[in-house]
């Protein structure tokens, strides 16, 4: 057997680039769970330069308006979440590190918490294997477990129309005057939404089948795969006259480009 021996330089290594550290869904101010200052200080420690904070598939529904959101791996249940706070929270703890978030483009957000199945009463809120069945809306559960319930819930319930428009109004909110100030510097990376090539398994209580183009969000939007598109707020949020317009042109753009593209570059997107 071949003997291994690593040996570690440590005079002569080279320091690793700062920009390399980032944490997913770091921290979240959803429910009654908000970060504690334990976990500021070892993101902190960690040397974190980017987090990315719209919670993955807890994103798709975020209505920024009535701070809540559905949650698609929990029942498609509504709870509150507050990306305002997190936002200031992060410009506080960690001055200079950014955050990414999302814009909703499934067409649909979170409108109410009154018709949430109640897994409190089913098992005490415990984690079975049949937790993505669409619940909310009257839906029976199938006991046997899996992804599809006896009844599946009415999402018109818990759900309204949310156009790209609405999605984007959320940075005259944080940047605009009057608005929360935020500094558009520190926010400055969002996301078109997240994973849209798997919506049907993931948002399948609006979207059953996955189409060639996803021709439910509204103004459209290409079906890109893996590809995950990043828009870089600075400088068009500085330069573009109106940021929400900016955006909707955007993803007018991806709709006609088609699946070839996988990225474009308007001075302003990378892949």
């Known amino acids: 057997m071949t003997e291994i021996i690593i040996d570690t ?9 700062p920009f390399l550290y980032g944490m997913n869904s770091a921290f979240t ?3 009654d769970r908000n970060a504690t200052r334990l976990e500021w200080e070892k993101a902190r420690e960690a040397g974190v330069r980017l987090m990315r904070l719209c919670a993955g598939n807890n994103g798709t529904k975020y209505n920024w ?25 992060l410009e506080k703890e960690l001055p200079g590190v950014s955050g990414m978030w999302c814009f909703q483009l499934l ?20 984690w079975w ?25 009415d999402p018109s319930l818990y759900l309204m129309d949310w156009p790209v428009d609405s999605s984007v109004a959320l940075l005259n909110h944080w ?3 009057p608005g929360l100030g935020l500094d558009k510097q520190i926010h400055q990376y969002w996301n078109l939404d997240n994973e849209p090539d798997i919506w049907n398994v993931t948002h399948d209580d609006v979207m059953r089948e996955q189409l060639p183009v996803l021709t439910r969000l509204g103004v459209g939007l290409s079906e890109f795969g893996e590809r995950t598109f990043l828009l870089d707020a600075l ?11 900016f955006v909707i042109e955007l993803v007018d753009e991806l709709r006609s480009a088609g699946q070839e593209v996988n990225s474009l570059t ?3 997107l990378s892949a």
């Open 266 to 268: 308007r001075g302003y």
């Open 65 to 89: 308006q009535k701070k809540i959101s559905s949650h698609p791996d929990w029942y498609n249940n509504v709870y509150p979440d507050d990306w305002d706070t997190a936002a200031r929270a």
């Open 29 to 31: 101010y959803q429910r």
């Open 235 to 245: 400088p068009p949020f500085v330069k573009a006259p109106d940021a929400r317009r």
């Open 107 to 126: 067409g649909k957000a979170a409108s109410s918490s009154g018709y949430n199945f109640n897994d409190k009463g089913f098992n005490d809120e415990r």
């Open 129 to 153: 294997e049949g937790v993505e069945q669409n619940l909310a809306g009257y839906g029976v559960p199938d006991m046997r477990g899996g992804n599809r319930a006896l009844r599946e819930g």
């Open 9 to 17: 330089d440590l005079v002569s290594s080279i320091p690793v680039s």
């Open 175 to 177: 940047f605009a005057t």
